[in-house]
């Protein structure tokens, strides 16, 4: 029998393949980026505040909506809701992992040197400024060199995106334990399930444009430049391919946390859950019909843009249907109201603006109004703050326990809720009106008298008061990890799906014994039948596991390397070629190395897991 090979500190965190280790990591360093995107937009905010305002240039404010959209779409929010995918995911289908856990670990080193690489590009002076939607011809300027580090950095990031969308499908498919059938699986693992599917098809287009722009910038290809015959809309088609089911892909598991948390804490079993599951699916489809919408004024004539705008409008039923649902779960349930319900619950209402707003944009001929104006910035931070982040923020508090094994404060919650909540529809809501009154978006500053400057100044309070909130958060984390006081299992006591059949912490294993699923919210099912632990599937024995590796940092740190000599190399072809050989040879050599040495894991004995078993038994946590 192989012995494990395990490290100690920070090298155990650079070389696990633990999901719950690598979620975590996500977790935090999606936070870490959601800080950065988060004063970057107050700086925009406090640009904004008052007319003729000269807080910072015009070019540095396009830098900083840059980053900002770029930061929090690719490096915030997604990253985050990894780190829940990986955390509870396996933990929800009773599986002892994901399916490939060094590609898992692969990912996210990938991701996290993406995003370092690109806000590196501040200390270099040459942050993107052609908005996070890098339109030709804005990005493919010679001068415009931050665009560099946004193609590079978003291409190393997308590589592991890509990959944990596939990790995530295999194991769905795959690694269910006894009995959990798929309309047995709870709707979080069906939303992870969707968005990794749209995953897989939503960001090759990227990759290519990508690819496309890195060409047109290195190498002088041609493929947006008309005078050379290429086309500026090929972009547009490629990122909006991309671009429009990248909403979903981080609205839908965003879904699937309130579809976790409203039962639970309404203590009903979630109303019309086949019904849920199907539109969730039919959002997905849909969702890669409609990304023509943001380019009905670029011209492609009225038969494409009905064709686009009967699509989008379509979406609206099946979200429809979700709104119902969580409504008619809540008719009757016996509510208790704590951070997580009350980020779900004020949800509805939030997400529903940006909902209604969403169908008033997909109305082609209204939307040559709207276009290009502060209405479109509402709209959008109505559906990725008001659903998205909500959904964030919802499922810390209520997934924490289960992850570090303390509570975060509900007291400090209930004061970040509220500064959040109210500060969320303070910036938002009044750039509705700005927008109405023709304020454009993307501009850094505008003339007094136009009925803008009472709407900016709100808006710009509103931002502080998230600012707040967003420290009390900050606040409540570290307040925990400080606390000795340790959760039980099934620390909210209403948990019905099998994350929280755990001890706490979780063992590396996962699961003892492989449970065995008797129908949706099983855990549910057994506490009603009185049951105090869930059913298994099998008898202890040893348990095999994946070993650490230091393989995917090296890998990820190389391509890191090399992309920052083919940035360098514009400028000093010496250095810049060296890094370039340097970084792909580690890259390489990696990759050997993980095809060359054998590496067939470990197993727990089973004498140590009947030990623990015993232990936690004594303990009454199982």
Do not use: C
Request: no cysteine; charged share 10%.
């Amino acid at each position: 029998m192989q012995q494990s090979r395990k490290y100690n500190g920070i090298m155990d965190w650079i070389t696990t393949v633990d999901h719950k280790k690598i979620g975590i990591l996500y977790l935090f360093s999606g936070i870490f980026f959601l800080l950065l995107g988060g004063i970057e937009a107050l700086l925009i905010r406090w640009q904004l505040v008052k007319p003729m305002n000269d807080f910072v240039s015009g070019e540095t404010f396009n830098q900083l909506i840059t980053m900002h959209g770029t930061t929090m779409i690719f490096l915030a929010a997604m990253p985050m809701l990894f780190g829940f995918m990986n955390a509870v995911t396996p933990l929800q289908i009773g599986a002892r992992d994901v399916a490939f856990p060094f590609i898992n670990s692969l990912g996210f080193w990938l991701f996290f040197f993406g995003g370092v690489m690109l806000n590196l590009s501040w200390f270099f002076g040459a942050a993107p400024n052609a908005g996070w939607t890098a339109y030709a011809p804005l990005s493919t300027q010679p001068e415009a060199t931050g665009v560099d580090f946004y193609a590079l950095g978003l291409q190393i990031s997308g590589f592991g995106s890509l990959m944990a969308g596939i990790n995530f499908l295999v194991t769905i498919l795959n690694m269910r334990a006894p009995g959990m059938k798929l309309m047995r699986m709870p709707l979080f693992t069906w939303t992870t399930f969707v968005a990794s599917a749209l995953i897989v098809f939503a960001f090759p287009p990227l990759t290519v444009g990508l690819f496309m722009l890195m060409f047109e910038r290195l190498f002088g290809a041609a493929y947006f430049d008309p005078a050379l015959g290429g086309n500026v809309v090929i972009w547009e088609h490629l990122f909006w391919i991309f671009g429009h089911p990248e909403v979903y892909i981080l609205i839908l598991p965003a879904f699937g946390i309130f579809s976790e948390i409203i039962p639970t804490f309404a203590r009903k079993r979630l109303f019309g859950y086949t019904t849920m599951v199907f539109a969730t699916m039919l959002i997905g489809f849909l969702g890669f019909m409609v990304w023509v919408h943001h380019m009905f004024t670029v011209g492609l004539g009225p038969v494409a843009n009905s064709i686009f705008a009967v699509a989008t409008m379509a979406i609206a039923v099946p979200t429809g249907v979700k709104i119902f649902n969580w409504l008619f779960t809540l008719w009757g349930g016996q509510i208790k109201f704590n951070v997580a319900m009350l980020y779900s619950v004020a949800f509805i209402p939030s997400f529903l603006v940006g909902g209604m707003t969403g169908v008033m944009l997909s109305v082609a001929p209204a939307d040559y109004q709207y276009h290009d104006s502060y209405f479109v910035v509402a709209h959008f931070h109505y559906v990725i703050v008001g659903g998205v982040v909500y959904g964030l923020f919802a499922g810390l508090y209520y997934w924490f326990p289960l992850m570090f094994g303390k509570a975060l404060s509900e007291k400090l919650g209930y004061w970040q809720f509220w500064l959040f909540f109210i500060g969320f529809h303070l910036t938002f809501f009044p750039q509705h009106f700005l927008g109405l009154f023709g304020m454009p978006r993307r501009v850094f500053t505008y003339l007094g008298g136009q009925g803008w400057d009472t709407l900016n100044l709100l808006s710009t309070i509103g931002a502080f008061f998230m600012g707040v909130s967003t420290i009390i958060l900050l606040i409540a984390v570290v307040k925990a990890f400080l606390s000795k006081e340790r959760v039980k299992p099934d620390h909210w006591e209403d948990g019905r799906t099998l994350e929280w059949t755990l001890p706490v912490p979780t063992p590396e294993y996962n699961f003892a014994q492989t449970p065995l699923v008797k129908g949706l919210d099983t855990f549910w099912l057994e506490k009603m039948a009185g049951n105090k632990r869930v059913s298994v599937a099998e008898e202890v024995s040893d348990i095999h596991m994946p070993n650490n590796s230091l393989i995917p940092f090296f890998m990820s740190l190389g391509l890191f390397i090399a992309g920052l000599g083919a940035i360098f190399q514009m400028d000093n072809t010496v250095v810049g070629w060296s890094l370039i050989g340097f970084g792909l040879a580690m890259t390489f050599v990696s990759m050997f190395l993980r095809s060359w040495i054998d590496d067939h894991g470990y197993y727990i004995p089973k004498s140590q897991v009947e030990a623990d078993l015993k232990a936690i038994r004594e303990k009454g946590e199982q």
